[in-house]
């Protein structure tokens, strides 16, 4: 196997894993989701949306459809065992940041229902909904003229973007917008979807209901493939660090003079892992799973290097690495390595 390919999950269930996805029987009605799904409906109807209830479905991703004013949700989410694997593999959404795409992706609906971007007025303040998509783009960190919301700087993507950010935002329960972007240029935005959920309201959707994409009752793929499939091949971009004299730099070697107060180093990378992937993906806005490869990464060579960290310093390393790591995901966010040459 490729250092690089997605592994199965050692934990694995061999007969659930060879199953094709849609004869696991998933609903969202009776699993984990339904009772964040209900939230999401009490928190539009708080803020006066009295007529909007998109659907939700089951699929491979977080999305919406192409102008369809549906919810498309994570499989996984719908069984804990699945979460589990989901969670071997890539990390996984805690109830916490479900919420947070639930809203995002409900901006997006609200948007596709009431057709509010072919206004004028949604295009002077967002600007055009028909501009390119673009994988890859270059953001401004810590633009003021764009909200906070999903990790990263995601409301720079495309006009389409800002807009569900920017209702998620508004959206959230005790968010406090006002305040909190006072005198940023993200304000009028804010101002703009509080402004069209009063217009609209009490009004019944141009679009009520909307064309599902591939559901979770289409999905001929086993878990197995599935994962095999979804895992980005980042072998060549990673495979290309020269990490040794950086890592060298913030570690220890051990000596015979250097054993006492000293202990592994990727023992503390390995227990601090996920705290340095959140804090890298959020503020860099790089794909959490090339930033989860990342960090495993430096978290490997370090013990091929036997490299050791200092006992009552572990916050310090750990802060070094983190800003370590952050260059590394700037560099490929920005020029699509991780390295100059």
């Given at each position: 196997?490729?250092?690089?390919?997605?592994?199965?999950?050692?934990?694995?269930?061999?007969?659930?894993?060879?199953?094709?996805?849609?004869?696991?029987?998933?609903?969202?009605?009776?699993?984990?989701?339904?009772?964040?799904?209900?939230?999401?409906y009490k928190e539009m109807d708080r803020k006066g949306l009295k007529h909007f209830r998109p659907k939700c479905y089951l699929t491979?991703?977080?999305?919406?459809?192409?102008?369809?004013?549906?919810?498309?949700?994570?499989?996984?989410?719908?069984?804990?065992?699945?979460?589990?694997?989901?969670?071997?593999?890539?990390?996984?959404?805690?109830?916490?940041?479900?919420?947070?795409?639930?809203?995002?992706?409900?901006?997006?609906?609200?948007?596709?229902?009431?057709?509010?971007?072919?206004?004028?007025?949604?295009?002077?303040?967002?600007?055009?909904?028909?501009?390119?998509?673009?994988?890859?783009?270059?953001?401004?960190?810590?633009?003021?003229?764009?909200?906070?919301?999903?990790?990263?700087?995601?409301?720079?993507?495309?006009?389409?973007?800002?807009?569900?950010?920017?209702?998620?935002?508004?959206?959230?329960?005790?968010?406090?917008?006002?305040?909190?972007?006072?005198?940023?240029?993200?304000?009028?935005?804010?101002?703009?979807?509080?402004?069209?959920?009063?217009?609209?309201?009490?009004?019944?959707?141009?679009?009520?209901?909307?064309?599902?994409?591939?559901?979770?009752?289409?999905?001929?793929?086993?878990?197995?493939?599935?994962?095999?499939?979804?895992?980005?091949?980042?072998?060549?971009?990673?495979?290309?660090?020269?990490?040794?004299?950086?890592?060298?730099?913030?570690?220890?070697?051990?000596?015979?003079?250097?054993?006492?107060?000293?202990?592994?180093?990727?023992?503390?990378?390995?227990?601090?892992?996920?705290?340095?992937?959140?804090?890298?993906?959020?503020?860099?806005?790089?794909?959490?799973?090339?930033?989860?490869?990342?960090?495993?990464?430096?978290?490997?060579?370090?013990?091929?290097?036997?490299?050791?960290?200092?006992?009552?310093?572990?916050?310090?390393?750990?802060?070094?690495?983190?800003?370590?790591?952050?260059?590394?995901?700037?560099?490929?966010?920005?020029?699509?390595?991780?390295?100059?040459e």
């Open positions: 196997m490729h250092p690089f390919e997605a592994p199965v999950p050692p934990t694995a269930d061999p007969e659930l894993l060879s199953k094709p996805i849609k004869e696991l029987g998933l609903r969202i009605e009776g699993s984990p989701l339904e009772k964040l799904v209900l939230q999401l491979d991703e977080w999305g919406c459809p192409d102008e369809e004013p549906v919810i498309g949700i994570p499989f996984y989410l719908a069984d804990p065992k699945l979460a589990a694997y989901e969670k071997t593999m890539n990390d996984l959404e805690d109830e916490r940041e479900i919420m947070m795409y639930l809203r995002h992706e409900a901006g997006h609906a609200f948007n596709y229902a009431y057709e509010l971007y072919k206004r004028d007025d949604w295009k002077a303040v967002f600007g055009p909904f028909r501009r390119p998509y673009r994988d890859r783009y270059r953001p401004v960190p810590f633009s003021r003229r764009f909200v906070r919301h999903i990790a990263g700087w995601y409301a720079q993507k495309h006009p389409d973007e800002d807009y569900a950010e920017t209702f998620a935002v508004w959206l959230t329960p005790r968010s406090n917008w006002r305040a909190r972007y006072k005198g940023w240029g993200a304000l009028h935005k804010l101002r703009y979807v509080d402004r069209m959920a009063r217009t609209y309201g009490n009004q019944e959707p141009l679009r009520p209901l909307g064309e599902t994409d591939l559901t979770v009752d289409e999905m001929e793929v086993t878990l197995e493939d599935f994962y095999r499939q979804t895992q980005h091949d980042e072998s060549q971009a990673i495979a290309s660090l020269a990490l040794d004299t950086d890592l060298t730099d913030i570690f220890l070697k051990p000596s015979k003079r250097r054993r006492n107060g000293i202990f592994p180093a990727a023992s503390l990378l390995a227990a601090r892992r996920k705290e340095i992937v959140d804090k890298v993906t959020y503020w860099t806005g790089v794909r959490r799973p090339l930033v989860k490869k990342l960090v495993e990464s430096i978290e490997e060579r370090v013990r091929q290097l036997n490299l050791a960290a200092l006992h009552g310093r572990e916050d310090a390393a750990v802060v070094e690495i983190t800003a370590y790591t952050t260059t590394l995901a700037m560099n490929y966010l920005t020029r699509g390595r991780f390295t100059l």
